[in-house]
T-cell receptor, first 114, second 117 residues
Framework: AQKITQTQPGMFVQEKEAVTLDCTYDTSDPSYGLFWYKQPSSGEMIFLIYQGSYDQQNATEGRYSLNFQKARKSANLVISASQLGDSAMYFCAMRETFTDKLIFGTGTRLQVFP | NAGVTQTPKFRVLKTGQSMTLLCAQDMNHEYMYWYRQDPGMGLRLIHYSVGEGTTAKGEVPDGYNVSRLKKQNFLLGLESAAPSQTSVYFC????????????????FGPGTRLTVT
């Protein structure tokens, strides 16, 4: 069965610093996709970044990058130059191949302080 | 485009009452999903649909039923609400490109906060 593990319930980072949020996954599928979503206190789910299992390069989207280490089955999110507005819950998720179902981790609450 | 909308936004039910949550999307997406989010547990899939007229069970389907009579709508029903169903419910949709390749993201609705007393 597929599984996503986020071992950091909470993280603190100072404004303008970089932070890494950990995510490990388990799957027997050769083809899969990994996602990160942000959930601010207002509750909506905001898509941040995607990494396909066959992508040769790590995904980047502005200040977000995904450190994809396939052999270690990890897909850590790196946020550079943190901003106060980055304070939120962050969820790592994996997509099942044929149904597009997302399997979510339990999330990491990031707090950015001035 | 409105994207994915959910009705209602908030609801309080008494144990044993029934209700239906409506999810609507105007993006012509084939795939639709219902998740529930509980504190400390992330999102868990309740039911999903890969096309009009089809539904399938997810991770936590007990106590819920769904219907997808129209492509743009996905209904989640609670026949006899229980306090354990107090949660925030999210609907999502996605599509596949021609050739069956999945697109990157699921589009989420704003959520419905349900409290069962």
């Amino acid at each position: 069965a597929q599984k996503i593990t986020q071992t950091q319930p909470g993280m603190f980072v100072q404004e303008k610093e970089a932070v890494t949020l950990d995510c490990t996954y388990d799957t027997s599928d050769p083809s899969y996709g990994l996602f990160w979503y942000k959930q601010p206190s207002s509750g909506e789910m905001i898509f941040l970044i995607y990494q396909g299992s066959y992508d040769q390069q790590n995904a980047t989207e502005g200040r977000y990058s995904l450190n994809f280490q396939k052999a270690r089955k990890s897909a850590n999110l790196v946020i550079s130059a943190s901003q106060l507005g980055d304070s939120a819950m962050y969820f790592c998720a994996m997509r099942e191949t044929f149904t597009d179902k997302l399997i979510f981790g339990t999330g990491t609450r990031l707090q950015v302080f001035p | 485009n409105a994207g994915v909308t959910q009705t209602p936004k908030f609801r309080v039910l008494k144990t044993g009452q029934s209700m239906t949550l409506l999810c609507a999307q105007d993006m012509n997406h084939e795939y639709m999903y219902w998740y529930r989010q509980d504190p400390g547990m992330g999102l868990r899939l309740i039911h999903y649909s890969v096309g009009e007229g089809t539904t399938a069970k997810g991770e936590v389907p007990d106590g819920y039923n769904v219907s997808r009579l129209k492509k743009q709508n996905f209904l989640l029903g609670l026949e006899s609400a229980a306090p354990s169903q107090t949660s925030v419910y999210f609907c999502a949709s996605s599509y596949r490109r021609r050739g069956g390749l999945p697109v990157y993201e699921q589009y989420f609705g704003p959520g419905t906060r349900l409290t069962v007393t």
